[in-house]
């Protein structure tokens, strides 16, 4: 998949809301001129990217995470003071259904996890090569 | 030996629960999330007729390969003699029955340990055809700080005090250390492995470390100066080796420039490579040679399962000196298991 192939996708299925659509364009040009590189964007990235609102952006990134154009992967990571932990997808279930947040290292669970836990986006299947 | 106190007693030593979960998924194990749950899980399947001899087999396998490899701050010599050193030790160090040895492998309970040594003290010898293996405990002083919730002080405290930003416990107590000496004869090589990355400072580890090479020597004295430990093997070139080889991910760099620069990166994931950042890669293509002084590299468990860390942590004073840079220790990270630690060895040697 290239760029302009990934850009038609996205005005068909997209062709009632022109804001994603403008939106989509810019992130998707970004995303092939770096997909040789290892992709880290924040959620605040993306709405810098896009140029749009955060409303429209995070429609954007569902679809971008979703099947149709897997462009994305939206991961988790906890960060305390200035450590960072990628989180395992199992993880995220767990804290999602039991509502405790195991601390990867210590292994017990971390207080007020939801103020210390991030979402970024990493490249999705449709970006590797 | 009791599993679960095996188990309870890899959490109260400090050991990364992520690491536990590797080490039982290289033995084929189910841990579950966190400590709680996972002590749990085990204890249940104990009870199972079906997987009780995995897990108590599995879990003391665990055990003991976390007590000799798992994380630990390394300093190698080459001896000159080593099957000599080997007999000497063999001698000397004799396994202490009056106080660590008492619960070894376990770690004492907290009044015990209280009253035990702060020096390291031989615990447990092996002897193999190829070499001796010595452990030896002793007993630590930490000083944890953990935020606490901003509203665990009492109202009378904040009327008195006002009202503060954060607050912050302070813990002090006392842990026990598992240190590891291995004499190689047919390799002629000496090493120290030193347990506490993570719980101490590095100063703290290499202090402990200086104090056990001294007593180390002591027992040598009679064999003459020869056979002492010293010049112990320089890990500095091998700093730019590792950043130049293309397998693995650099995780952490530490460089100066020849504009006055000091560099410290490191990526935010262990998946990533520090070498693809792309602020990095851009100036590292133009602005010639690195003059890295300290690294990190990190590859997959040869095992499939986890990944493994090799830290050369060099210091910017060593760049400054008139003679060699020297960096004579290497941290050695998160092997669960002999195959991720020989696998980092082969790395680094």
Known sequence: ?129 | MNTIALTEALQERGISFTLFSYAMKQNNLAPSQGWDLTIARITSELANPKSSAAYENGIKRIYSDLMYYGSKVVRFYISKDAAKVRALLDKHMVPDTQSFGKSFPLPLPGPQLRKSSVNPTCVFTQSLKSGSTYILCSRQFLIEREKLPDDSLEPQVVKDYGDFDEVIGIRKRWIQLFDVVLVNDKTGVIELRMDGYGRQSLADIEKRLEWLVSAVNAQLAGLGKAYQLKGSINFFPKIAELYDAADGRISELEHATDTAGIHKGKTRKKKADFREDSFHSAAASTAGTLHAYAVSKCWDSPTGVGYIDLKLPGTLRSMATTSTPVVDVACILNCASETDYSFVLSKLL
């Not at chain 1, 998707?28 to 409303?55: A, C, D, T, V």
């Open chain 1, 1 to 129: 998949m290239n760029a302009e192939s990934a850009i038609h996708k996205l005005a068909i299925d997209w062709a009632s809301d022109k804001d994603v659509q403008a939106a989509g364009e810019a992130l998707i040009r970004y995303l092939f001129s770096e997909r040789s590189g290892q992709l880290h964007l924040s959620f605040r990235r993306l709405i810098e990217i896009s140029n749009s609102s955060p409303g429209v952006t995070f429609r954007l990134a569902q679809y971008l995470t979703g099947e149709t154009l897997p462009l994305l992967k939206q991961r988790f990571e906890l960060i305390l003071d200035d450590d960072v932990w990628e989180l395992e997808d199992h993880q995220v279930r767990f804290a999602a259904v039991h509502g405790q947040l195991m601390h990867p290292d210590t292994g017990t669970p971390v207080p007020h996890y939801k103020e210390h836990v991030f979402p970024f986006y990493e490249k999705g299947d449709g970006l590797v090569d």
